[in-house]
């Protein structure tokens, strides 16, 4: 394949986030919570998780425990078994209860609208201080890179990276700002509709034309 100039790949890029943001047009998270904080504990879950069986565990997980406090102080056994289901639930748990007393000493039990603060919490990398600053408080600070924006990012051709701090590097410069959250969206669900891992339906992809990887 030919080299793209920046200019021709951000061209690209537009295009392939126009069709997206069209055919998914929502830019709701599918993860169910009822508060900023019960978002961050679905979003520390839903790691090498989906996000449908999170949705499982989190309403019983939420009538027993739902208050930074309650996860500060819950028994670690108690909360093992609560999220068990969701696998990694050894170090989830640590996450949860360490994330909770950072929130309580640091916050007074709010969670934090800014990348710095949010990423400073155990547990908390940027994905899921992408993810809670874009979908509870509407403040878009990066992308959001997934297994998916990983994936799709790669077929793409938007980058060449594999770790999600380089590709969230690559992917800003191409797409404007005020559209990173819905984008990153917009791929993930592209991702688990269209393009999945190992059997990409290349002839119904809507970006098929953008696509360099197309039914390679
Ligand atoms: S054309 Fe194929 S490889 Fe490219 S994004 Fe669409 S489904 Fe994925």
Same mark, same amino acid.
């Given at each position: 394949m030919l080299k793209e100039s920046a200019e021709k790949k951000r061209e690209r890029a &537009?295009?392939? =986030?126009k069709n997206l943001l069209k055919e998914y047009p929502s830019d709701q998270t599918a993860l169910h919570y009822g508060d900023p904080f019960q978002l961050l504990v679905a979003v520390i879950l839903s790691?090498?998780?989906?996000? =449908? @069986?999170?949705?499982?565990?989190?309403?019983?997980? +939420? =009538? @027993?425990?739902?208050? #930074?406090?309650? +996860?500060? %102080? !819950?028994?670690? @056994? &108690?909360?093992?078994?609560l999220i068990h289901s969701? *696998?990694?639930y050894h170090n989830k748990a640590k996450n949860i209860i360490g994330c909770s007393q950072s929130l309580l000493q640091y916050h007074n039990g709010i969670v934090p609208q800014t990348m710095d603060e949010l990423f400073a919490l155990p547990g908390v990398g940027r994905k899921t201080a992408n993810v809670?600053?874009? !979908? !509870?408080? *509407? $403040?878009?600070?990066?992308v959001v890179v997934d297994t998916h924006v990983i994936r799709l990012s790669n077929r793409l051709n938007l980058t060449k990276e594999v770790s999600a701090?380089?590709? &969230?590097?690559?992917?800003?410069?191409?797409?404007? $700002?005020?559209?990173?959250? %819905?984008f990153s969206h917009s791929l993930i669900l592209h991702g688990r509709k269209v393009c999945s891992a190992r059997k #990409?339906?290349?002839t119904e992809c809507s970006i098929l034309q953008f696509c360099p990887s197309f039914l390679v």
């Open positions: &537009e295009k392939i =986030a790691a090498q998780c989906t996000d =449908a @069986r999170v949705n499982m565990v989190t309403p019983g997980l +939420f =009538a @027993r425990l739902s208050t #930074p406090h309650d +996860f500060a %102080h !819950a028994d670690v @056994r &108690e909360l093992e078994a969701t *696998g990694f809670v600053l874009g !979908a !509870a408080f *509407g $403040k878009i600070e990066g701090v380089k590709i &969230e590097q690559d992917l800003m410069p191409l797409i404007k $700002k005020k559209y990173w959250f %819905h #990409p339906m290349c």
